[in-house]
């Protein structure tokens, strides 16, 4: 296994700056043992070799080499974690080319539903369909335009995979079963932004739905269109006025999320202990304020990543955000090597919470240092 090449994978799109972990507004503040017992989970998780539901950059020599050495540690307490990562990483500063650093937050949902459709609960969560391709991390699929990342065989090559509206529509007949019922189109969309959902059913027991796959199609925000078209403004949209507004206009709500012709499937995650946050990309639980979705063709999960930027608690309120991630998870929306999605939680004040999140942001990579 090589050492992960981080100048490379950035080539053409940013640059690093070495730092001092001084240099580091905040860095000595911080929850290192959270932080620390986050990054431990993606290293039992590298040490199982658990399978990502979605590949990412492979860690490399000098990552897994930290990992051996977390999973090895005894000593306890935040101060034993921050010289941990001071004595095992280099903080480096990304510098992108174009742009700058941007953060959004995401978060598991929370709705009602129904294993069994009626006229309460009629808009299905589908699952994998069986012959979607998913094109392999850093591959493509023979005919298939590079742009899509998912396909169907067609003759001797691929054809890229049904949009939003054909699926909706019935593209995929029995290909693809349904997992579950919910009550409103705009709940079933709110899941294919975030991925994951906790859904109370009928019968007083908790579903929890992982992602399955996707379609391929490129993600579309909707919220950007509503902007666009002057039916809301970005300073004050929420996540709920979005779901308000979805609820409150059916017909216009269907065609703007249709203009998303990206689709998410799910499968049930049977298994998941309630205190457990959702299966990220990594394929492991989530954990709340500390796991990052990034760009997987940039960075590979288990890195630590330092940001500096904004946390909003209302539109009105708002603190500094200084505090060490762990990248688990990845995002089709999640594109470019300063781009961050930060997981907030489960239910709807997570919710609230994440819908504010819209900042610019600070990376710092904490890159694993080489043996000596």
Known sequence: M????????LAGKA???PLSFADLAGWDGDDHAAA??????SCAAL?????PLRPALAPGLDLTRACRAALAETSQGSDAARLFFERHFRPMRVLPRDGAGFLTGYYEPE???SRVADATYRVPLLDRPDDLVTVPQGGRLPGLDPTFQAGRRQGGGFVPYPDRAAIEEGALSARARPVVFLREPGEAFIIHVQGSARIRLTDGTVMRVAYAGRNGHSYTSIGKLLVQRGVMDLETMTLARLMGWLAEHPA???????QNRSYIFFREAEGLALAEGPIGGAGL????GRSLAVDRTIWPYGLPIWLDGTLPHTLERTEPLRRLMVAQDTGSAIVGPVRGDYFVGSGKEAGDQAGLMRHPVGFVILQPRPAP
């Open 252 to 258: 216009e709500a269907r065609d703007l999320m249709r």
């Open 15 to 17: 640059t690093l700056a």
């Open 111 to 113: 709705f009602q539903g």
């Open 2 to 9: 090589s050492p992960f090449d981080a100048a490379s994978a």
């Open 285 to 288: 639980a989530l954990t709340p």
């Open 47 to 51: 040490a199982r070799k658990t399978a």
């Open 36 to 41: 620390f017992a986050t990054f431990r989970k």
